[in-house]
């Protein structure tokens, strides 16, 4: 059996996270060592590696998920684009990244992950995020 991923031990509430969206069959919050303000990821609730290998019910979920989350991205934080980026190698749990931008730059800026996440920042955006 497969061990529990960072983001499994998130669905079941062993690691905190930011959450702004849950159903049944998905999650989404913010990621922590975000590239914008706002990046958030969209994970299924099942542990399968590779976004490909979902079953397609499964598959169908998350990307409705993901629609509807980029949708409220764009509204709240008032920017042109989302990004989409699958890139399943960090993390043995299939997730989409959802990056809000403005400019090119904002969508390829480098990846921070040495400073230290800003926690109260997070969860206020959260809070604002989040579906009621």
């Given amino acids: 059996m497969q061990q529990p991923s960072i983001f499994t031990k998130i ?37 399968v590696e590779f976004v490909w290998d979902l079953e397609p019910s499964d598959y169908e979920a998350l990307m409705g998920t993901v629609q509807k989350v980029a949708l409220r991205l764009r509204s709240e934080l008032g920017v042109k684009y989302v990004g989409e980026k699958v890139i399943g190698t960090d993390v043995p749990h299939a997730h ?25 920042q997070l969860a206020a955006l959260a809070e604002k995020l989040y579906f009621e």
């Fill in 11 to 47: 669905i079941h509430g062993e690691i905190p996270s930011h959450k702004i969206y849950e159903d049944d069959k998905t999650l989404a919050f913010l990621d922590i060592y975000a590239v914008i303000s706002g990046h958030t990821l969209v994970i299924p609730k099942k542990q």
């Fill in 96 to 120: 989409v990244h959802l990056i809000p931008f403005n400019s090119a730059t904002d969508m390829h800026r480098a990846n921070q992950e040495n400073a230290e996440p800003d926690h109260a």
